[in-house]
């Protein structure tokens, strides 16, 4: 009977040890410039520049920067992973590594000045169209 406590003794003791060993924490860092811009991340809205978010996964991500008086900026953005985040060396940066290990990925973003809307230019503009359009 004790050798049976102390075998589950030790395979507990294992397997704790493994899930507290190593694993990987990633982070991005959105800049813009003016800073305090509101940023989303595939439609969730994450905070204001400078803003560091932990993530998940590696891949596509689309962006909307916005700011008062500023153009609002919709894109997408890669994050690739790294090597050891790839089969079967996931599993050991992941689970068997002894040490925590951090990807840090900065994106920054320049935001253009809302142009101002001429009203006769505006009106202009539609009335050739209209024109054209007959």
């Known amino acids: 009977m004790r050798r049976v406590n102390s075998f589950w003794l030790l395979a507990v003791s294992l397997l ?8 990987v924490e990633r982070q991005l860092t959105i800049n813009t410039v003016p800073s305090g811009a509101l940023i ?3 439609d969730e809205q ?7 978010v932990n993530f998940n ?8 920067v916005r ?3 500023f153009e609002t900026l919709k894109t997408h953005r ?20 002894p040490k925590k290990i951090v990807d840090k990925y900065e994106w920054s973003f320049e935001l253009e ?3 101002e809307v001429n009203r006769e230019q505006l009106l202009q503009d539609a009335q050739n169209l209209k ?3 007959q």
């Open 46 to 52: 994450i905070g204001l520049s400078p803003v560091t």
């Open 57 to 64: 996964w590696y891949g596509d991500y689309n962006v909307t």
């Open 131 to 133: 024109e054209n359009m």
């Open 78 to 97: 890669e994050l690739k992973g790294p090597w050891y985040d790839k089969f079967p060396f996931d599993f050991f940066a992941q689970i068997l590594s």
């Open 16 to 23: 704790i040890s493994i899930m507290m060993s190593g694993c």
């Open 40 to 42: 989303e991340l595939n």
């Open 67 to 69: 700011k008062e008086g």
């Open 113 to 115: 000045p809302k142009k």
